[in-house]
Every structure is written in C-alpha cells, then in structure tokens.
C-alpha cells in the first residue's frame, strides 16, 4: 500500500473517531511496565475539538526507575497533537529524563512536514504521523515522526492479526499492528479493539520492551 493510502486512512480514522468525541474531552490511562523493573509509570491521553474543525490530542507521560529503592531514571514528556480531517497540522513534546529537559515540535509546511530538535531540523512528507498508538493502525508504508527525539523514520506497518490480549484480568479481542522501520524491526506494536482503540501498545527502547496497558477508558472498551 502506498504511503498516501496508508497513513493518510489512518489519519482519517484518527480525526473521524476523535470528532465524534468532540462534547469533551475523552481521557484514556495507561500503565507502563519494563520487562526487568515491573511497573515504572503512566500514560494519559485526552482528546476535544473545537467549531473550526481543529482536533487536539494531548498526552502526558511520567515514568519512574528504580533499583533497590534507588531512583536511577526519571522522565516526564508533555505531548500536544493538532489535526485536520487527514492531515497533522502540528505537535509539540516537552520532554525531561534525568533533568535534561528538551523540546520537540513539529508542523504542517506546504507540501510538507517541518520537525525542529534541540540538534536541528528535519523534513518529512506531509502525510507523516507522530510517534502516537492511536495512528499506527493501518497496514502499508509511511513516515513517523518521534514525540521523543524528533526522528522521521520510514516504516512499513503489517500484521493486523486477531489476538486475545488481558485487559484488566479479562481477555479482549484485538488486531495487533506492527511497526518495523528500516533499522529495528517491531519498533513498535499497537493492539486495537474493535471500536479503534488502543488496549496495549510496545515500544522497543534501550534495555527492552516497554508496555503500555489500558486501564481506564471513558467508555467500556469492546
């Protein structure tokens, strides 16, 4: 699938499902655990738009590391997405690990998409999408642009299988996505229910993969 079919369904899935949230703001939590350390966090996400069709997304992340009762990583990161119809229009992260704070933006330029970090600036296609489990549900290639480091990454998106994931202590039924760029094969995963949500989403990092399991929902997920 090309990549302006591909993403771009995505996107327009994405806005369609947040508009139709749009009376107020719809909260989802997430827990976040590593392989070695257990639980070490969480993650919200809400939504809401507004008359001009402008729909935000804003996420909070907030993870805590600690060996023998000792903290030895601390990161926070601030997100905010801005979408019309099919199109990203702008993000912005305000990130701190350990202290070191930086700040990551992103925005809809012409034909394109602009990114500026802390050690430059990068141009993407105008169909990307941001590092967000909430659009990484359509199979085919693309461009992702990382809320983290501001990296634009090519990636290919296959899967889409049925699985059965534990949701709290109960199974539910999901299509499981996976996100391969060129260098890191399932980069990232996302299960989606069938009413688009994300109940589970893997991010592979430095010392393993770290989950992100719902755990609230303003609405019983199906």
């Known amino acids: 699938m090309k990549h302006t079919s591909a993403f771009g369904a995505a996107a327009l899935v994405l806005a369609c499902a947040l508009q139709a949230q749009a009376k107020s703001p719809q909260v989802y939590s997430y827990a976040i655990t590593h392989p070695a350390y257990g639980a070490i966090g969480a993650f919200s996400r809400s939504s809401s738009s507004d008359s001009d069709g402008l729909v935000r997304a804003d996420a ?41 704070a930086s ?38 290639s693309g461009s992702v642009g990382s809320v983290r480091t501001g990296k634009i990454s090519a990636v290919q998106v296959t899967g889409g299988e049925v699985e059965t994931v534990r949701l709290n202590g109960a199974p539910q039924s999901a299509r499981h996505f996976h996100v391969n760029t060129l260098a890191q094969p399932n980069k990232w995963e996302v299960w989606i229910d069938a009413s688009g949500v994300p109940i589970k989403f893997r991010s592979l990092e430095t010392g393993g993969a770290i989950d992100f399991t719902l755990t609230a929902a303003p609405e019983p997920v199906h």
């Open 103 to 140: 700040t990551i933006s992103g925005e809809a330029s012409g034909a394109g998409f602009s990114v500026t970090t802390p050690s430059g600036n990068e141009t993407g296609p105008a169909e990307i999408v941001a590092s967000d489990p909430w659009s990484l549900n359509r199979l085919g």
């Open 60 to 100: 909070h992340l907030r993870i805590v590391v600690r060996v023998l009762g000792v903290v030895v990583r601390r990161e926070t990161s601030d997100q905010t997405e801005v979408w019309r119809g099919q199109r990203l229009i702008s993000f912005r992260s305000l990130n701190s690990t350990n202290g070191k």
